[in-house]
């Protein structure tokens, strides 16, 4: 099974970027689409981006659109998500997930693998 690791989260200002990084600790021969997920207190789970490796494909929420950059680098296995102008609503608990599947990429529920997340704090 593949098991992952995420960091790089923190407390910034609105305005600041952070990169947050997840490594696959096994081999990920079988995952089609590496995402990031996100989950507010008292809110639902949501898909921020995706990389589908086949293609080298990538999608974003609409919400960070334009702000956020997801990457990776095989060599490594590590993908990562770039975060840039955060806003306060970006607060949250973010999630690098694994997926057999490629084209339920914006499901929480279609990814096999979750790492234990990293708090992103953004204040005004």
Same mark, same amino acid.
């Given at each position: 099974?593949?098991? #992952?690791? &995420?960091? %790089? ?5 609105? %305005?600041?970027?952070?990169? #947050? ?10 995952? /089609?689409?590496m @995402?990031? #997920?996100?989950?507010?207190? @008292?809110? &639902?789970? &949501? ?7 086949? %293609? !080298?494909?990538?999608?974003? +929420?609409?919400?960070?659109?334009g702000?956020?950059?997801?990457? @990776?680098?095989?060599a ?5 998500l ?7 609503? !970006? ?5 690098c +997930?694994?997926?057999?599947? @490629?084209?339920?990429? /914006? !499901?929480?529920?279609? /990814?096999?693998?979750?790492g ?9």
């Amino acid at each position: 099974q593949v098991q #992952l690791v &995420e960091s %790089g989260g923190g407390l910034v200002q609105a %305005g600041d970027s952070l990169r #947050l990084s997840c490594a696959a600790s096994a081999r990920t021969f079988s995952v /089609y689409v590496m @995402g990031w #997920l996100r989950q507010a207190p @008292g809110k &639902e789970r &949501e898909f921020v981006a995706a990389w589908r490796w086949n %293609g !080298d494909r990538t999608y974003y +929420a609409d919400s960070v659109k334009g702000r956020f950059i997801i990457s @990776g680098d095989n060599a490594k296995n590590t993908v990562y998500l770039q975060m840039n102008s955060l806003k306060p609503e !970006d607060t949250a608990v973010y999630y690098c +997930a694994a997926s057999r599947r @490629g084209n339920t990429y /914006y !499901d929480p529920g279609s /990814y096999a693998y979750w790492g234990q997340g990293t708090q992103v704090t953004v204040s005004s």
